[in-house]
């Protein structure tokens, strides 16, 4: 979690350790986190993952059926 402390604390609070049967969501860099948590994230701080940085392809890209 040592990258927690890089987020907003409200956020750093949602992005919590998954447990056995929480639903999961996995952005294309492999990273994975609660659905509730990542768009939070996406919706109010970035479009990149919160623990590495990878760019996430925007609709458009996806729609084109291009990537970043």
């Known amino acids: 979690q040592r ?14 350790r998954i447990a056995a049967g929480d639903d999961v969501s996995f952005l294309p860099c492999g990273h994975r986190f609660t659905p509730s948590a990542v768009h939070m994230w996406l919706k109010e701080y970035a479009a990149h993952c919160p623990i590495c940085r990878a760019p996430l392809p925007s609709k458009a890209d996806h729609d084109a059926g291009t990537s970043v």
Do not use: C, E, M, V
Not at 3 to 16: I, M, V
């Open 3 to 16: 990258h927690a402390q890089t987020l907003p604390a409200a956020t750093a609070d949602s992005f919590k």
